[in-house]
């Protein structure tokens, strides 16, 4: 007995959806984070204006200073939609998650010296009250920002800052045997601490921006700019000398998002400068003020942990921002 076995191809009728097709051809499929991003913002048929501001549109392109032709003209290198996301930060948490596991079986955290350990107590734990207003700002920018491809990457960075903020409690929580303590301690010196009133100021000061675009660049480039390479690079390479390896395990996370924030950053302002002119100059203007006001903040809490060291290394993360910033040509 034969058996033959047949194919049939059913060719489908079209390859995407009518609005993605308009962009990128009838005859070419779409990926997946094209299906997900592109116009998936309501533009038409509000039934009312917010009442919070009945003078602008739920989503109003005038919430920013910023020119856009076509907000959609940004795209995530990540490309990064929620599925993705989920799944990329799932196996992140999950190696963080071992960490702490391991750390926790093996007694790790008492190779750090004690001197150390109350300076990670000091610069560390109140971080995580910096963390939560970056979560907020990045909330704040999510909702009023114009497009998806904008809005889905700031509600990632704002979810990703609680995680942040979560891990430094928790590493908190190892350094004072589930105490709670050096957290309580962490808040005081968070509200009192002169070495701390400085990015306590900046940050408040961040929450009343206006212009959504500018809050963004403020947080997401400039503060940032100078929190990661300075807490989990600087001061980690420090720790090192101390017994600190336990901690750069813990701020594994931190490390590989910081790199992941430069890529989507950088990106995006290098597509807003490109548009115009004026968006370069704009972007130029709130850099620098943000960057002096975030090395200003930052630079008491450096000279505590590194000593002498610290100016220089300050001065070197401002280069280095400028020099991002040229990379997407905005000249400082």
Known sequence: MSLEIKTSIIEPRRQT???????????????????????????TNFHYRPTWDPQREIYDKSLTAIKMEDW?????????????????????????ENHF???DKTSMMDLVSGEWQQK??????????????????????????????????ALFAAMD??????????TGLVLDDSTGKSLDEAKLLWMEADMWQGVRR?????????????????????????????????????GQEHG???????????????KDERRWMDHLLKVTAAESPENAALLSGWIKEWTDRAIEAFTPIARHVLGSKADEVMAEIRTEINKRAAKSGIEI
């Open 17 to 43: 959806y009518s609005h993605i097709a308009k962009r990128l051809g009838e005859d070419k499929p779409a990926a997946r984070y094209q299906e997900a991003t592109w116009d998936l913002q309501p533009t």
């Open 72 to 96: 959609y003209s940004f795209n995530d290198p990540r490309q990064l939609y929620y599925g993705a996301y989920t799944i990329a930060r799932h196996k992140m948490m999950e190696a963080e």
């Open 101 to 103: 596991k391991f750390i």
């Open 120 to 153: 990670v107590k000091e610069f560390l734990l109140p971080l995580r009250h910096f963390e939560w207003g970056a979560n907020m700002n990045n909330c704040d920018c999510s909702d009023k920002s114009y497009g998806a491809a904008i809005s889905q990457v």
């Open 161 to 170: 800052r609680l995680g942040m903020a979560q891990i430094i409690s928790r």
């Open 202 to 238: 900046m940050t408040e000061d961040s929450f009343v921006l206006k212009d959504w675009f500018e809050m963004f660049t403020a947080q997401n480039f400039c503060m940032d700019g100078v929190v990661f390479p300075l807490f989990y690079d600087y001061f980690d390479k420090e």
């Open 244 to 258: 600190g390896s336990a901690l750069s395990m813990l701020n594994e996370f931190m490390q590989d998002w910081g």
